[in-house]
């Protein structure tokens, strides 16, 4: 569905599928039917995968013969993800377009144990063997027909079988234990189901009538086998018995599956409390806060004895800019001993967001009080004490001569990446980055009238850099993105306005709401003198969301810790390399980072830093202290141990001085690539969300970047990693010409920047036209010929200038 002006219209909370550019691994189950008798089979197949897997909700691609959609309303009922599909037969398993790994079942199976080992096979076709003579399975019998099947579909670069899983060629079967698919017929005389038994199969044996689909089976039928037929008929549940036994179930349960079985709650009796916060949790974690206050809303109304709903119920009010409403329940939240810490940090930063900072700081001291060693109430004391000392502003410009800049300026132990990003803006436009020349307002505080103000009274307000449109960072029901600033504001700005090298960040995967971000971003671009992204893929992706007459407003500029060493002076003089690799890894996020992959990503960076390790020194660079959760993965699960750099307590030059001195960094985070290519250092990148792929495709160098989703991840790495460290000179060369085409875009924006701001060049000369090297290869040309369109209109903006 489109608008009249053909902007897409986005799914309430649609997920953000960007797998082609991240290498992410889609999974799903499939099952044929062949008719309306399997039907109730296939339902106690999904019943026992809940309540075996309760975390566990990929797509249920069901095959059938051509049944009407109705057949699989009850189906539905059980599983959120259940996609209907015609066939012509069970090996069409072989053909699901749109997924890299295939777990094909029957309806003659249920799932009595844990699948994470089947969803984390990578090669081949996993099956059990036929049995043999004896009945049990035998590696040279091939495979069966009804048997499960783990399926890699990269692998499967031969034609297709159309007959039976028997003609896959040997060299890509990968045998599995008979536990993963335990034929019932071998527990004859009533022998129990053994232990570990991950899907119990009670497909006939070959030449025997098939057993009953439609609930228990005929006496002659389970004669011997009761023990088996015992553990089938725990799953023999009506709707109302199975939604329960689900929710009864501890531990953690799967944000798509929980709510889709337990909503509409039943009329009548409220439902226990712990499960509406769960699923309010869920709600929030989507964008969802107006059904999370909802669902909360209704639940402690009179309740003033429900400390943690009232905190939750605060932090999505807050999410939706009711700012009054979320601190009366986050004030109930202190009441409790157990949340009182969590809820004053929550009251801190509620008060900061609104300009509060003497009462954030006491918010925060009372929660130290409450909790001394508590790190988020710590921080925001620090944060609004160092606030309140007097700085440089007494002596600063006149308002009239500064420029406003809106961005997230980390502090303590913030993101290291967040800390030197505003000061790299700052010196494409001033020599002088400090509070003399420019005006701080946090993207996070709500602009109000004061704030409007202070905006209005300088030169110009410049919005960026960074991942700025991104949902779930400090939402806010304002504007839907990072910046907490209402449309009637926004549209009340008088001074020049310009968004300079902003990123698109929705991670892949990630659901988010985007009606309120689109309008904002609509109202954005109107107001914007300039609006540039920092890629082609935030470029791409943002135009997506504006109507046809916005489109052209949105133009490249590429992040300024790209081109630091044209920034300034001392990076560009040549460096004094020491003998090491750097490593950086992200864990925000980490399910939407590795999905099923972790434990490979894990295992494959440990054989590549044993490899790289004997040609340079191998270091962990944390811009974050959660960053580190790798080296202690690492030396956990492979017993290396990699000595850490910590830069979130560097300084800038601190930061900058080590990616400059090193040979090569490996890195995740988007300025763990960024920032050592702008000081002239070269890169591989370990893609994880789509902005890496997006960086690398703007320098034409997509080979400088491997998925973590990536098989032989491991070996690309020290591949790549030993090419880069045997001709180093020729990588740092090849960093510099990628750069000057960087440089030469970003000089073009400010010349037309300038314009806007008044402001002498802080370089000197005159911009170069826009450099664009031509692609290595055809693949790489239809990326490019976005880039070279972008160019074509840059460089006749500046002809018309001059």
């Given at each position: 569905?489109?608008?009249?002006?053909?902007?897409?219209?986005?799914?309430?909370?649609?997920?953000?599928?960007?797998?082609?550019?991240?290498?992410?691994?889609?999974?799903?189950?499939?099952?044929?039917?062949?008719?309306?008798?399997?039907?109730?089979?296939?339902?106690?197949?999904?019943?026992?995968?809940?309540?075996?897997?309760?975390?566990?909700?990929?797509?249920?691609?069901?095959?059938?013969?051509?049944?009407?959609d109705t057949a699989f309303d009850a189906a539905r009922r059980l599983h959120p993800r259940l996609i209907p599909r015609p066939a012509a037969g069970r090996h069409d398993v072989f053909r699901l377009d749109g997924y890299d790994t295939v777990v094909a079942l029957t309806p003659a199976m249920v799932v009595l144990g844990r699948l994470d080992a089947l969803l984390k096979l990578r090669t081949g076709v996993a099956a059990v063997p036929c049995p043999g003579p004896d009945g049990v399975p035998d590696p040279r019998g091939g495979i069966p027909d009804d048997g499960l099947l783990v399926i890699q579909r990269q692998d499967l670069d031969h034609p297709v079988p159309h007959a039976a899983p028997k003609d896959i060629p040997e060299s890509l079967l990968v045998p599995l234990d008979s536990r993963a698919d335990f034929?019932?017929?071998?527990?004859?005389?009533?022998?129990?189901?053994?232990?570990?038994?991950?899907?119990?199969?009670?497909?006939?044996?070959?030449?025997?009538?098939?057993?009953?689909?439609?609930?228990?089976?005929?006496?002659?039928?389970?004669?011997?086998?009761?023990?088996?037929?015992?553990?089938?008929?725990?799953?023999?549940?009506?709707?109302?018995?199975?939604?329960?036994?689900?929710?009864?179930?501890?531990?953690?349960?799967?944000?798509?599956?929980?709510?889709?079985?337990?909503?509409?709650?039943?009329?009548?009796?409220?439902?226990?409390?712990?499960?509406?916060?769960?699923?309010?949790?869920?709600?929030?974690?989507?964008?969802?806060?107006?059904?999370?206050?909802?669902?909360?809303?209704?639940?402690?109304?009179?309740?003033?004895?429900?400390?943690?709903?009232?905190?939750?119920?605060?932090?999505?009010?807050?999410?939706?800019?009711?700012?009054?409403?979320?601190?009366?329940?986050?004030?109930?939240?202190?009441?409790?001993?157990?949340?009182?810490?969590?809820?004053?940090?929550?009251?801190?930063?509620?008060?900061?967001?609104?300009?509060?900072?003497?009462?954030?700081?006491?918010?925060?001291?009372?929660?130290?009080?409450?909790?001394?060693?508590?790190?988020?109430?710590?921080?925001?004391?620090?944060?609004?004490?160092?606030?309140?000392?007097?700085?440089?502003?007494?002596?600063?410009?006149?308002?009239?001569?500064?420029?406003?800049?809106?961005?997230?300026?980390?502090?303590?132990?913030?993101?290291?990446?967040?800390?030197?990003?505003?000061?790299?803006?700052?010196?494409?436009?001033?020599?002088?980055?400090?509070?003399?020349?420019?005006?701080?307002?946090?993207?996070?505080?709500?602009?109000?009238?004061?704030?409007?103000?202070?905006?209005?009274?300088?030169?110009?307000?410049?919005?960026?850099?960074?991942?700025?449109?991104?949902?779930?960072?400090?939402?806010?029901?304002?504007?839907?993105?990072?910046?907490?600033?209402?449309?009637?504001?926004?549209?009340?700005?008088?001074?020049?306005?310009?968004?300079?090298?902003?990123?698109?960040?929705?991670?892949?995967?990630?659901?988010?709401?985007?009606?309120?971000?689109?309008?904002?971003?609509?109202?954005?671009?109107?107001?914007?003198?300039?609006?540039?992204?920092?890629?082609?893929?935030?470029?791409?992706?943002?135009?997506?969301?504006?109507?046809?007459?916005?489109?052209?407003?949105?133009?490249?500029?590429?992040?300024?810790?790209?081109?630091?060493?044209?920034?300034?002076?001392?990076?560009?003089?040549?460096?004094?390399?020491?003998?090491?690799?750097?490593?950086?890894?992200?864990?925000?996020?980490?399910?939407?980072?590795?999905?099923?992959?972790?434990?490979?990503?894990?295992?494959?960076?440990?054989?590549?830093?044993?490899?790289?390790?004997?040609?340079?020194?191998?270091?962990?660079?944390?811009?974050?202290?959660?960053?580190?959760?790798?080296?202690?993965?690492?030396?956990?699960?492979?017993?290396?141990?990699?000595?850490?750099?910590?830069?979130?307590?560097?300084?800038?030059?601190?930061?900058?001085?080590?990616?400059?001195?090193?040979?090569?960094?490996?890195?995740?985070?988007?300025?763990?690539?960024?920032?050592?290519?702008?000081?002239?250092?070269?890169?591989?990148?370990?893609?994880?969300?789509?902005?890496?792929?997006?960086?690398?495709?703007?320098?034409?160098?997509?080979?400088?970047?491997?998925?973590?989703?990536?098989?032989?991840?491991?070996?690309?790495?020290?591949?790549?990693?030993?090419?880069?460290?045997?001709?180093?000179?020729?990588?740092?060369?090849?960093?510099?010409?990628?750069?000057?085409?960087?440089?030469?875009?970003?000089?073009?924006?400010?010349?037309?920047?300038?314009?806007?701001?008044?402001?002498?060049?802080?370089?000197?000369?005159?911009?170069?036209?826009?450099?664009?090297?031509?692609?290595?290869?055809?693949?790489?040309?239809?990326?490019?010929?976005?880039?070279?369109?972008?160019?074509?209109?840059?460089?006749?903006?500046?002809?018309?200038?001059?």
């Amino acid at each position: 569905m489109t608008t009249n002006d053909s902007t897409p219209v986005a799914g309430s909370a649609s997920a953000d599928d960007r797998r082609a550019v991240t290498g992410k691994r889609r999974i799903a189950f499939a099952v044929y039917v062949a008719g309306t008798d399997e039907l109730p089979g296939l339902q106690a197949l999904l019943r026992s995968l809940a309540l075996s897997n309760p975390a566990l909700c990929e797509d249920v691609v069901v095959l059938h013969p051509g049944l009407p959609d109705t057949a699989f309303d009850a189906a539905r009922r059980l599983h959120p993800r259940l996609i209907p599909r015609p066939a012509a037969g069970r090996h069409d398993v072989f053909r699901l377009d749109g997924y890299d790994t295939v777990v094909a079942l029957t309806p003659a199976m249920v799932v009595l144990g844990r699948l994470d080992a089947l969803l984390k096979l990578r090669t081949g076709v996993a099956a059990v063997p036929c049995p043999g003579p004896d009945g049990v399975p035998d590696p040279r019998g091939g495979i069966p027909d009804d048997g499960l099947l783990v399926i890699q579909r990269q692998d499967l670069d031969h034609p297709v079988p159309h007959a039976a899983p028997k003609d896959i060629p040997e060299s890509l079967l990968v045998p599995l234990d008979s536990r993963a698919d335990f034929r019932a017929r071998r527990l004859h005389d009533d022998l129990p189901v053994p232990d570990g038994v991950v899907v119990l199969n009670f497909a006939a044996a070959p030449g025997a009538p098939a057993p009953a689909r439609t609930g228990l089976a005929p006496a002659p039928a389970r004669t011997g086998l009761a023990p088996a037929h015992a553990a089938r008929d725990r799953f023999d549940l009506d709707d109302e018995a199975f939604r329960a036994a689900y929710l009864a179930l501890p531990g953690p349960k799967h944000p798509d599956l929980l709510p889709h079985l337990a909503l509409p709650f039943p009329a009548g009796a409220r439902p226990p409390i712990d499960l509406v916060r769960q699923i309010a949790e869920i709600h929030r974690g989507r964008g969802r806060h107006d059904e999370a206050v909802a669902l909360l809303g209704e639940a402690v109304a009179g309740r003033p004895d429900l400390p943690r709903c009232h905190e939750t119920l605060g932090v999505c009010l807050m999410a939706l800019s009711r700012y009054e409403e979320a601190e009366t329940h986050l004030l109930l939240a202190t009441a409790s001993p157990d949340f009182a810490p969590r809820a004053f940090g929550q009251l801190a930063r509620l008060a900061w967001l609104l300009g509060r900072t003497e009462d954030a700081r006491g918010y925060a001291l009372a929660g130290l009080e409450s909790d001394p060693t508590d790190a988020n109430c710590r921080a925001w004391y620090t944060r609004t004490t160092e606030s309140g000392i007097p700085d440089r502003a007494a002596t600063a410009a006149p308002p009239g001569e500064q420029l406003a800049h809106v961005a997230l300026f980390a502090d303590g132990e913030e993101n290291a990446g967040d800390k030197v990003l505003p000061e790299a803006v700052r010196s494409c436009f001033t020599a002088d980055t400090g509070p003399d020349r420019w005006h701080q307002q946090h993207a996070h505080l709500l602009v109000d009238e004061a704030g409007l103000e202070r905006l209005n009274a300088r030169r110009a307000v410049i919005v960026g850099g960074g991942g700025l449109f991104l949902p779930d960072t400090a939402p806010n029901g304002n504007s839907g993105w990072q910046w907490n600033i209402p449309d009637d504001v926004l549209a009340r700005i008088t001074a020049p306005l310009a968004v300079f090298a902003v990123g698109y960040n929705v991670f892949d995967g990630q659901r988010y709401r985007r009606e309120r971000f689109a309008a904002s971003l609509r109202a954005l671009v109107e107001r914007s003198a300039f609006f540039g992204l920092r890629n082609h893929g935030s470029v791409a992706r943002v135009r997506e969301l504006l109507p046809a007459s916005l489109r052209d407003k949105v133009r490249y500029q590429p992040c300024p810790t790209t081109v630091a060493r044209h920034l300034d002076p001392r990076l560009a003089e040549p460096a004094v390399r020491e003998d090491t690799v750097l490593i950086n890894c992200a864990y925000d996020r980490a399910g939407l980072r590795f999905g099923h992959d972790y434990g490979h990503f894990l295992g494959e960076m440990a054989a590549a830093i044993r490899a790289v390790s004997v040609a340079a020194e191998v270091r962990y660079a944390a811009h974050m202290p959660a960053d580190e959760r790798f080296v202690d993965d690492l030396r956990r699960e492979h017993g290396l141990t990699l000595p850490v750099e910590p830069l979130y307590l560097f300084s800038n030059d601190a930061i900058r001085d080590l990616y400059r001195r090193t040979r090569l960094v490996i890195g995740m985070r988007g300025h763990a690539g960024m920032i050592p290519f702008g000081c002239g250092t070269p890169v591989i990148s370990l893609v994880s969300h789509p902005k890496l792929a997006y960086f690398l495709a703007d320098i034409d160098r997509p080979d400088w970047g491997v998925s973590v989703h990536e098989r032989a991840l491991g070996a690309r790495l020290a591949e790549r990693a030993h090419a880069v460290l045997a001709d180093h000179p020729a990588a740092v060369s090849d960093v510099h010409d990628r750069q000057r085409m960087l440089w030469s875009v970003t000089r073009d924006n400010l010349a037309r920047l300038r314009e806007l701001t008044g402001l002498p060049d802080p370089f000197g000369g005159s911009g170069a036209g826009v450099v664009l090297p031509a692609p290595r290869s055809a693949a790489d040309r239809e990326g490019a010929a976005d880039r070279e369109s972008t160019a074509r209109w840059e460089n006749a903006a500046r002809r018309d200038r001059a």
